[in-house]
């Protein structure tokens, strides 16, 4: 149950695109097809961006978008808005009804 | 409106116990998995627990396997989390989750283990 693995940070300009990558091993993301991807500002609760790998929830602008290669995934912001400064966290299926986070992203907008 | 509403968060020493509620609204809870998941102050998250829609699958992260009973009450629209043996690295916030990986997610109790 060890954690997956993503940047301590990325930073990028209003309007640039950032890409957020969160490594597993076959036996979670590169396994299943649940991925999910979650913002979470400063003593907020976790909101979820991406499920399933790719789908987004209605209420989430088109600018995020979810990818999968191997045993990594993916979260890019197109566009990047002020409010989209945030920690951002993935999460995978690892079998057996257990699931494993990743160990966070801040998102910082320059 | 989809609601998920933890209670009994608070102060434990260590080897207390705590038990953590969970009640859910706007949607038919007994259809669902459920989680805990948990956030240490200034940390990341970790998932701590998983119960199936009847109850009859669960299960639980290494570090509280043993400690933790994780159970429901699909007629009370209700989760539960028992914590034994309180270590302080238990200390957190514990938010209910809905499904897996979680779509709805509580606000949130928060747990602090000390002496």
């Known amino acids: 149950q060890s954690a997956l693995t993503q940047p301590r940070s990325v930073s990028g300009s209003p309007g640039q695109s950032v890409t957020i990558s969160c490594t597993g091993t076959?036996?979670?993301?590169?396994?299943?097809?649940?991925v999910s991807w979650y913002q979470q500002h400063p003593g907020k609760t976790p909101k979820v961006m991406i499920y399933d790998v790719t789908k987004r929830p209605s209420a989430v602008p088109d600018r995020f978008s979810g990818s999968k290669s191997g045993n990594t995934a993916s979260l890019t912001i197109s566009g990047l808005q002020a409010e989209d400064e945030a920690d951002y966290y993935c999460?995978?299926?690892?079998?057996?009804?257990?699931?494993?986070f990743g160990t966070g992203t801040q998102v910082t907008v320059l | 409106e989809v609601q998920l509403v933890e209670s009994g968060g608070g102060s434990g020493q260590p080897g207390g116990s705590l038990r953590l509620s969970c009640a859910a609204s706007g949607f038919t809870f007994s259809n669902y998995e459920m989680n805990w998941v948990r956030q240490a102050p200034g940390k990341g998250l970790e998932w701590v627990a998983y119960?199936?829609?009847?109850?009859?699958?669960?299960k639980y992260a290494d570090s509280v396997k043993g400690r933790f009973t994780i159970s429901r009450d699909n007629a009370r629209n209700s989760l539960y989390l028992q914590m034994n043996s309180l270590r302080a690295e238990d200390t957190a916030f514990y938010y209910c989750?809905?499904?897996?990986?979680?779509?709805?997610w509580g606000r949130g109790t928060l747990v602090t283990v000390s002496s």
């Open positions: 989750a809905r499904d897996g990986p979680p779509d709805v």
């Open positions: 119960i199936r829609k009847g109850g009859d699958s669960i």
């Open positions: 076959s036996s979670d993301v590169g396994g299943y097809s649940y």
């Open positions: 999460c995978s299926y690892a079998g057996s009804y257990t699931y494993v």
